[in-house]
């Protein structure tokens, strides 16, 4: 018999695929994927963050059972529906109130993130964004114009897009030298090349996800908003793969001490279907009628699964469950250290976790072919994971938020495991031929 992923491969188009092992699943529960070969798989993934809540969790089920029930049509382009305008009601209220203005609903942070992108631009006729270098807000035409990691190299940007440098810890000289190196940059852009008053927005991830999980030195974004506060300069936070609990607190620009003029989630707002959000004020967020629609956005059956969502993290308090569990998890990644020389650094907030592989960590040379392997090693033994970053070193732990300290412990055994088996050569390179990553 043909197995799935092998069927997979001969029917499906790699141009949307990321593939880092041979992984077929047939269903989920909980942290668990169940491959089809029958075994179990803890999911520190859930999909890029996506699926926030675990596999089939009750509440989505039900929400979703219920939505389908008697559906109130497909989309809120030409009519309104009661999931779409519970979503949005019940987003006005978690958001700060600069932010609270208006919603546009989607399907993914790629679209989110390119509405807001155009938005901001036509709304306030400054004709200019900043974004960072590393940075990912999507993979269509209008989001990949305002991102800046290397995966999209060649992709054209946007006619007024200027990238800044992330500020970045562990390979800038530590928090203080890498915050004001980053702020001086931002500084000598708007005193030249980019003319504050031509500058629209400032789009910034909270945590650099996709750029490598890089945590972002203290008190450096507070510096950035006073800076576009001066100039009327927009704050578009995307908090697409870190918002929503997975910090340890509803959102993650909370930690960051800023309060955003526009957020953006995607991901784990819809738990596995597709939603996302872009909430801001009136003025930019109500710019035009039909000025960024498609045709299903605002369908009762994701909107309804948003709303179960965002009532399961609060009902549940699953930002507290993340900050928790993911203190452990940190905690027994940090001890970790002491026996992987490979491991170069453990960052991250809540269940949002970076695990940065170097091959020496006083030159820090990027370990790529052993993040490779540690993850198709992993994965061999029963653990998913993948890896990020603009050097593709970095192995990113986006956990259910639901996930126990049992499952925590349970999955770092194995990733010890996977570590201590590529380290010792028991792991064949040419496995890796067949899957390209990124
Ligand atoms: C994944 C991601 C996006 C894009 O979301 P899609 O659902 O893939 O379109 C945007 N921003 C951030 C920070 C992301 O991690």
Redesign the pocket.
């Known amino acids: 018999m043909v197995g799935l992923y092998e069927r997979d491969a001969k029917a499906l188009s790699r141009m949307s695929f990321l593939r880092f092992f041979p992984q077929a699943v047939i269903g989920g529960d909980g942290a668990y994927l169940i491959g089809e070969d029958g075994r179990r798989l803890l999911d520190f993934s859930a999909a ?1 963050g996506a699926a926030s809540l675990g596999h089939s969790h009750p509440a989505l089920r039900a929400a979703v059972a219920r939505a389908l029930a008697s559906q109130a049509g497909a989309s809120h382009l030409s009519s309104a529906n009661l999931p779409a305008v519970e979503l949005a009601e019940k987003l006005l209220s978690i958001v700060p109130q600069r932010a609270a203005g208006r919603v546009w609903l989607g399907h ?4 989110a ?1 390119e509405t807001a992108a155009r938005a901001v631009v036509a709304a306030t006729g400054r004709p200019r964004i900043i974004s960072f270098k590393g940075a ?4 269509t035409v209008g ?1 990949m114009a305002v991102s800046g990691h290397p995966v999209q190299q060649g992709v054209p940007k946007a006619p007024g897009l200027s990238l800044i440098p992330y500020p970045n810890p562990y390979r800038d000289g530590g928090e203080h030298a890498a915050s004001e190196s980053a702020i001086a940059q931002l500084e000598d852009l708007l005193s030249g090349p980019a003319p504050p008053e031509e500058v629209a927005a400032l789009f910034l ?1 909270p945590i650099q ?2 750029g490598g999980m890089i945590v972002p030195p203290a008190g450096y974004f507070r510096t950035v908003e006073e800076i576009c506060r001066r100039h009327g300069i927009l704050l578009v936070v ?1 908090e ?2 870190v918002g929503l609990g997975r910090t340890g607190t509803l959102h993650a620009f909370e930690q960051l001490d800023i309060e955003p003029d526009i957020i ?1 989630f ?2 784990g707002l819809g738990g596995g279907l597709p939603v ?1 959000a872009a909430i801001g004020p009136e003025a930019i967020m109500n710019h035009k009628p039909a000025f960024s629609f498609q045709t299903v956005h605002g369908n009762p059956v994701c909107a309804a699964a948003g709303l179960a969502v965002l009532q399961t993290i609060e009902r549940e308090r699953l930002a507290d469950n993340a900050a928790e569990v993911g203190q452990h998890l940190r905690d027994l990644l940090q001890r970790l250290k002491n026996t992987h020389p490979i491991i170069g650094d453990v960052r991250g907030r809540g269940l949002s976790i970076g695990i940065e592989l170097v091959a020496d960590r006083t030159s820090k040379e990027p370990a790529k072919i052993e993040a490779a392997l540690t993850i198709y090693r992993a994965f061999e033994l029963g653990l998913v994971l993948y890896y990020v970053g603009v050097n593709s070193n970095v192995l990113e732990l986006t956990p259910p938020l639901t996930l126990t300290k049992e499952q925590a412990s349970e999955g770092v055994a194995l990733l010890d495991q996977a570590m201590s088996d590529v380290m010792s050569g028991r792991v064949d390179r040419s496995a890796l031929t067949a899957f390209a990553g990124w």
């Open positions: 890029w993914s942070g790629s679209d993130s990912y807000h999507g993979g989001s991830e996800s996709d995307d697409v793969k953006i995607g991901k996302s």
